[in-house]
Nanobody, 122 residues
């Protein structure tokens, strides 16, 4: 059974930083691409970043230079380091996985965690 537990969200001021964690279980972690998506109130899911074992895909141009993704295969965990946060980054952040390849759209992923809320105040 696929399981994702996101953590690390919170309330931060503009320009601040947060590091989100996604602990995954129920599948062979090394074989999967892990993606971060976010959903702001009233909006659709938006892809943020995705990482396989040897590549990174950036979905949202708005996070380039500010967000980085990393993974620790020994811990079955993926991280999202978010720096220089802006009010438009406010959203519920989710992680998900797909075997081998990063997929662009949320509907291409079958399993999701509960998400962790990030709120950036101005």
């Amino acid at each position: 059974q696929y399981k994702f537990v996101e953590s690390g969200g919170g309330l931060v001021q503009v320009g601040g930083s947060l590091r989100l964690s996604c602990a995954a279980s129920g599948f062979t972690f090394d074989d999967y691409a892990i993606a971060w998506f976010r959903q702001a109130p009233g909006k659709a899911h938006e892809g943020v970043l995705c990482m396989t074992t040897d590549s990174i895909t950036t979905y949202a141009d708005s996070v380039k230079g500010r967000f980085t993704i990393s993974r620790d295969n020994a811990k079955n965990t993926v991280y999202l380091q978010m720096n220089n946060l802006k009010p438009e980054d406010t959203a519920l952040y989710y992680c998900t996985a797909n075997r081998r390849l990063c997929r662009t759209w949320a509907y291409e992923y079958d399993y999701w965690g509960q998400g962790t809320q990030v709120t950036v105040s101005s």
